[in-house]
């Protein structure tokens, strides 16, 4: 009986444990760079995560909550909270990228929660939570550094994982480090963040997402999946953006993605098998540039390097697909 029970255990007790999701926040500016959009498609198809709330950061926090609701709301997935993030300031309508998406879209007619204090919701859902929650954080990170000012506890209570940063490679393969656009956009908040004293902090830096597309097969899979709302709804934000960026080459018709920078940080959320993940001491400087020292005010765990790229870039489109 001691035997059969041992069975037991490791046939439906073990799986189920194993099976467990991962609980996370994600703070995003999505509008601005179409990648955001794909992450938070991305989540939505990754069984490992269970997205406990959305937040919108930097810039015009309500046009970006907008796009968010409107997408959840289109794809089904009302059920998820949505906060609107602190208010930085206004964008003009030549850097909303996704707004003809909007249309005359009412952000109050959200069928689910909608937090006007994002940063509120944000502490009162990791000081209330009896798990460890995961922030994946994907812009320029003001909620944060806000967040961390009125309740410093909520660090010791999560992990953080960001994209942020460049430290071999810029934005071009074998290119010199850049001022990465999360960092330069607003060094003093990611200094306060990473700061702070989270269980894990874990960043994607263009070392690594920088590279990032899906193409060839998967990518004319995902653009004619249009009996798939998701995925219509994501080409749909695509082609807007598309037509209006000049600072991004877009093949967006039948050869690949711009850049996914931001899918990385939602990978590490739930794995780290497909890279080579460093703990390195930095700074962050004025002007945007993370500088590896041994001196450095700040430590991190580092996805450097890649040990099987093309391997996440077709599990991404896989999910995408639901295959």
Known sequence: ??????LLLTLFLVPALSAKKVPIIFDTDLGTDIDDTWALAQILRSPELDVKLVVSDS???????ALITKFLQTVGRSDIPVGVGHFVGPMGDDVKNQLP???DYDIASYPGTLHEDGVGAMIDLIMNSPETLTVVAVGPCPNIKRALE???RIAEKCRFVGMYGSFNV????GSTPAAEANVVVDPAALRAVMAAPW???LLTPLDTCGTITI???DYRKIWCAMDDVMLKALIENYCHFAGRVRWMNCNWFTQNSTTLFDCVAVYLAYDESLVNVE?????????????ASPTGAFKARVAMTWKDEAAFEHDLASRLLRR
């Open 150 to 152: 009125r309740e410093p």
């Open 170 to 173: 810029g934005y071009e393969p």
């Open 199 to 201: 269980k894990d902090i």
């Open 1 to 6: 009986m001691k035997n059969l029970l041992l």
């Open 59 to 65: 810039g015009d926090t309500r046009y970006r909550a």
């Open 101 to 103: 998406w909007l249309r």
């Open 215 to 217: 193409s060839g097969e």
């Open 279 to 291: 703990t390195v001491m930095f700074d962050i400087t004025d002007d945007g540039y993370t500088r």
